[in-house]
Each structure stands twice: as structure tokens, then as C-alpha cells.
């Protein structure tokens, strides 16, 4: 019988260099798969629905001149902010209109949101009028899912509605 000997020598450096090393790759493995596994969505590349996609205006009265706030969304976006019937003589009366809503529109462009406005200093009041203008034609936009419950439960039991 033959039989060779081997003999291994381990130095206790090594081994707990080793076992560190391997720790350290469980746990980013570990790691790499809670944030990119699956189940894990990115709020910002799901898309939903906000709004009704199309072109909604809201009233804006100011000395008796009836104005038209028009706003154009998407279904994620709100892409445009405007008067649709500002005429020479609204911008004579009031100057500051004008600037104010661009100024307004250019914030919700870059947000999104109309919680982030901040008003003018120049003309609060005016740019408020503005705001609670654009929030009203928003909120028409704005999905509305329990109406939207509401009307499939009128499409698949209509018998239960009377």
C-alpha cells in the first residue's frame, strides 16, 4: 500500500482574510437582489394614467371680462398652460397677467405638480387667481377611478341600478 501523506498548512491570517472575503459576496449578492429582483417596480418607470388626455379650460373672472384658462394634458403630462381669449385691452388693465401665468406655467412644466408653485412677489394675488384657475381645468383632467368603478358596475349589473 502506498499511501502519500499531504499535509496543509493554514495560516489563521489567511482564513479569516477568506472568510471576510466571502461575507462580504454573499451580502452583495444579497443585496443586489432586494433592489433589483423581482417585485421591485420603480415608481418612475411605471406610467400610470393621471389624466383624461385632451384640452380643459376653467372660467377667470376679472372686472367683469370672462377669461379662459385652457390646459392640454397627456396622460402622465401637463404639456400646456394658456389664456385662450387674452385680448388687448385684459393685458392693458392687467399688466401683470401675462407674465404671471408663464411664470406659473414654466414651474408646472419642470414639476409637474401644483403643490410646488411658488407665487410671484410681484403680483400674489394675481398669480393665485391663476393658480386656483389652472387647479380647477386640472382636476377636470384628472382621473377620477371610483367613477370609473361606479360606471363598471352600472356595465356588467345593470339590473341592480334603479
Given at each position: 500500500?502506498?499511501?502519500?501523506?499531504?499535509?496543509?498548512?493554514?495560516?489563521?491570517?489567511?482564513?479569516?482574510?477568506?472568510?471576510?472575503?466571502?461575507?462580504?459576496?454573499?451580502?452583495?449578492?444579497?443585496?443586489?437582489?432586494?433592489?433589483?429582483?423581482?417585485?421591485?417596480?420603480?415608481?418612475?418607470?411605471?406610467?400610470?394614467?393621471?389624466?383624461?388626455?385632451?384640452?380643459?379650460?376653467?372660467?377667470?373672472?376679472?372686472?367683469?371680462?370672462?377669461?379662459?384658462?385652457?390646459?392640454?394634458?397627456?396622460?402622465?403630462?401637463?404639456?400646456?398652460?394658456?389664456?385662450?381669449?387674452?385680448?388687448?385691452?385684459?393685458?392693458?388693465?392687467?399688466?401683470?397677467?401675462?407674465?404671471?401665468?408663464?411664470?406659473i406655467a414654466d414651474q408646472i412644466y419642470d414639476t409637474q405638480s401644483l403643490d410646488a408653485v411658488e407665487l410671484s412677489d410681484d403680483a400674489p394675488y394675481t398669480s393665485q387667481?391663476?393658480?386656483?384657475?389652472?387647479?380647477?381645468?386640472?382636476?377636470?383632467?384628472?382621473?377620477?377611478?371610483?367613477?370609473?368603478?361606479?360606471?363598471?358596475?352600472?356595465?356588467?349589473?345593470?339590473?341592480?341600478?334603479?
Amino acid at each position: 500500500m502506498d499511501s502519500k501523506t499531504k499535509i496543509v498548512v493554514l495560516h489563521t491570517k489567511e482564513l479569516i482574510y477568506t472568510a471576510v472575503f466571502a461575507l462580504l459576496c454573499i451580502l452583495l449578492i444579497v443585496l443586489l437582489f432586494v433592489m433589483f429582483g423581482p417585485g421591485h417596480t420603480d415608481k418612475k418607470q411605471t406610467s400610470h394614467k393621471q389624466y383624461t388626455p385632451g384640452t380643459y379650460t376653467s372660467t377667470l373672472t376679472l372686472n367683469n371680462t370672462n377669461l379662459e384658462v385652457e390646459v392640454s394634458v397627456d396622460s402622465s403630462r401637463i404639456n400646456s398652460i394658456r389664456f385662450a381669449n387674452l385680448d388687448e385691452t385684459v393685458t392693458t388693465m392687467f399688466p401683470l397677467i401675462q407674465p404671471a401665468i408663464e411664470e406659473i406655467a414654466d414651474q408646472i412644466y419642470d414639476t409637474q405638480s401644483l403643490d410646488a408653485v411658488e407665487l410671484s412677489d410681484d403680483a400674489p394675488y394675481t398669480s393665485q387667481i391663476i393658480l386656483n384657475a389652472i387647479r380647477q381645468a386640472v382636476e377636470k383632467a384628472a382621473v377620477n377611478k371610483t367613477a370609473a368603478s361606479c360606471i363598471s358596475l352600472i356595465v356588467f349589473y345593470p339590473s341592480t341600478i334603479r
